[in-house]
């Protein structure tokens, strides 16, 4: 069925309305939740790289958990950060976005 093309233009004029409705209402939402909310929390401002601490620790879990696997007989094996990082520098890596946790 053919449509009028003052049809097709109220058509166009609700979407548009729809459209900035969704605009308005998505602005403030995404305002809040990248910008408001990790400035008063400090979500995105932690450190980059692990501490001495947290590093000992890491290796001592990993040590740990591989000595246990092994005692039992269990396959396992390394991915993602842990894994570049023992190829790389045979260490765990200091970036913390790259350990698997």
Same mark, same amino acid.
């Given at each position: 069925?053919?449509?009028?093309?003052?049809?097709?233009?109220?058509?166009?004029?609700?979407?548009?309305?729809?459209? /900035?409705? $969704?605009? $308005?209402?998505?602005?403030?939402?995404?305002?809040?939740?990248?910008?408001?909310?990790?400035?008063?929390?400090?979500?995105?401002?932690?450190?980059?790289?692990?501490?001495?601490?947290?590093? /000992?620790?890491?290796?001592?879990?990993?040590?740990?958990?591989?000595?246990?696997?092994?005692?039992?007989?269990?396959?396992?094996?390394?991915?993602?950060?842990?894994?570049?990082?023992?190829?790389?520098?045979?260490?765990?890596?200091?970036?913390?976005?790259?350990?698997?946790?």
């Amino acid at each position: 069925m053919f449509t009028t093309y003052s049809a097709c233009r109220a058509s166009l004029k609700r979407h548009r309305r729809k459209l /900035a409705i $969704i605009i $308005i209402l998505l602005v403030p939402c995404l305002w809040l939740h990248f910008v408001i909310i990790p400035n008063s929390t400090g979500i995105y401002h932690q450190p980059c790289y692990l501490t001495e601490e947290q590093l /000992a620790a890491m290796r001592y879990m990993v040590r740990n958990i591989i000595a246990l696997y092994e005692e039992m007989n269990v396959t396992y094996w390394l991915d993602f950060g842990t894994l570049l990082g023992a190829h790389r520098i045979g260490d765990i890596m200091r970036m913390k976005t790259c350990n698997s946790r």
